[in-house]
């Protein structure tokens, strides 16, 4: 598969080694060191009363279905996204799941990709000091910004108010480019394919931004003062 956006890369992402245990998703950045990850931190700090309340009405069991089902949509979707920025050969599932999945990445991509610029690196290992890590989607010229970028789907429409999780998420991404490589990134965008076959961008800046930061920061705080220390791999 061609690329269809151009490549940019003025910065050096490293490959970070992450492994998934019993209190979560951590990151290895030295032999003895080890940290949360930032969804990891989010799961910890969120308010989880109305996803138990939807558990409860419709049964555990079917919850779980449902979850497992999105995250495995999920899943292809991100692949697909991933080799269409990449450009590598294009890897296909072999049910409806899959198939759903590879057509919310192309809706996806055919309403918001001509908007980028320049692609600085996909799948983008970082992280702040010895506090925390991750791996956000996109670092992009986006919108003609330098731009912190996550891909979501979702069964059904979000709405602002509903997805600070996911601006925190943003935010945690560019504190830590911005510690890491010197940049001072003050736009991000969410982009979400609906399984309805529409979709949706959320993008902050300015002062908004500056706010999701800060936020973001008070939960790592409150993460760290609850959470035990992160077990070593193995």
Not at 45 to 52: G, I, Q, R, V
Not at 200 to 213: D, M, N, V
Not at 215 to 230: D, G, K
Request: hydrophobic share 40%; charged share 25%; glycine share 6%.
């Amino acid at each position: 598969m061609a690329h269809l956006i151009p490549w940019s890369t003025p910065y050096v992402y490293e490959k970070l080694e992450r492994n998934d245990t019993s209190n979560g998703r951590v990151y290895k950045l030295a032999e003895n060191v080890h940290v949360p990850s930032v969804t990891t931190v989010l799961d910890r700090t969120k308010d989880k009363a109305a996803l138990k309340a939807w558990a409860f009405r419709i049964g555990q069991a079917e919850a779980d279905r449902k979850k497992d089902e999105a995250a495995y949509i999920g899943t292809w979707m991100h692949n697909t996204l991933e080799c269409i920025i990449s450009g590598d050969a294009m890897k296909f599932g072999t049910d409806w799941l899959a198939m759903k999945g590879h057509e919310m990445a192309f809706t996806l991509a055919n309403r918001y990709f001509d908007a980028i610029s320049a692609v600085h690196g996909s799948e983008v290992g970082l992280y702040y000091q010895n506090r925390y890590a991750g791996t956000t989607d996109l670092v992009a010229t986006y919108r003609g910004k330098l731009a912190i970028i996550d891909f979501k789907q979702s069964v059904r429409p979000k709405r602002h108010e509903y997805i600070t999780d996911y601006f925190h998420q943003l935010a945690a991404y560019a504190v830590a480019h911005d510690w890491r490589h010197g940049t001072a990134i003050d736009y991000a965008a969410v982009l979400i394919s609906v399984q309805d076959g529409t979709t949706q961008e959320f993008t902050t800046a300015g002062r908004e931004f500056q706010e999701f930061k800060a936020q973001w920061m008070a939960r790592l705080t409150a993460s760290e003062a609850a959470a035990p220390v992160p077990p070593p791999f193995g």
